[in-house]
T-cell receptor, first 115, second 112 residues
Framework: EAGVVQSPRYKIIEKKQPVAFWCNPISGHNTLYWYLQNLGQGPELLIRYENEEAVDDSQLPKDRFSAERLKGVDSTLKIQPAELGDSAVYLC?????????????FGPGTRLTVL | KQEVTQIPAALSVPEGENLVLNCSFTDSAIYNLQWFRQDPGKGLTSLLLIQSSQREQTSGRLNASLDKSSGRSTLYIAASQPGDSATYLCAVIQGGSEKLVFGKGTKLTVNP
């Protein structure tokens, strides 16, 4: 069974440029999560989707970050414009039905460097 | 606000040693607790999930315990191997939320 797929794996951009990350969850998983992981820290949730609906985006900096999950499958996370402090690893995870009881499966992440 | 603390931040042991990693959380109203492993430059791999009603879970050489009332969990690794070297993260899901709250992790090095 294929795991959570993310692309690109690495991205280097200059500040003020836009950037987008893509995630394909495990087939059949209804719940999708985007996490931000700074160096030496645990991941922090940015947004959670149940199918197409963003049910928890309270941690998403909406002035520059946006996300979508069309058709309830793949998801894209965008930053525009990027700032130096956005350098981090962006992790996507999925679970079968959420509800707080399911295991979350993580992708390999996208490492973003903003120069 | 839920806070998760992991001690120690780093641990270095010789191969074959049994070891314990510690995790504590401030709010005992949790749905479950998960232990993850993270290798450098890679995502997280779920090792064990303990539901709030359970006391422990075992998988191979790994055993995780949960004492919800005291806000503590331990991950026991038996007969450690160099391949166990990684960062181990503890995370809880708060009751009424589906958000995983992570600790900062324990970086484990097992020396041959």
């Amino acid at each position: 069974e294929a795991g959570v797929v993310q692309s690109p794996r690495y991205k280097i951009i200059e500040k003020k440029q836009p950037v987008a990350f893509w995630c394909n969850p495990i087939s059949g998983h209804n719940t999708l999560y985007w996490y931000l992981q700074n160096l030496g820290q645990g991941p922090e949730l940015l947004i959670r989707y149940e199918n197409e609906e963003a049910v928890d985006d309270s941690q998403l900096p909406k002035d520059r970050f946006s996300a979508e999950r069309l058709k309830g499958v793949d998801s894209t996370l965008k930053i525009q414009p990027a700032e130096l402090g956005d350098s981090a690893v962006y992790l996507c995870a999925s679970s079968f039905q959420g509800g707080g009881t399911d295991t979350q499966y993580f992708g390999p992440g996208t490492r973003l460097t903003v120069l | 606000k839920q806070e998760v603390t992991q001690i120690p931040a780093a641990l270095s042991v010789p191969e074959g040693e049994n070891l314990v990693l510690n995790c504590s959380f401030t709010d005992s109203a949790i749905y479950n607790l998960q232990w993850f492993r993270q290798d450098p430059g890679k995502g997280l791999t779920s090792l064990l999930l303990i539901q709030s009603s359970q006391r422990e879970q075992t998988s191979g050489r790994l055993n995780a315990s949960l004492d919800k009332s005291s806000g503590r969990s331990t991950l026991y690794i038996a007969a450690s191997q160099p391949g166990d070297s990684a960062t181990y993260l503890c995370a809880v899901i708060q009751g009424g939320s589906e958000k995983l709250v992570f600790g900062k992790g324990t970086k484990l090095t097992v020396n041959p």
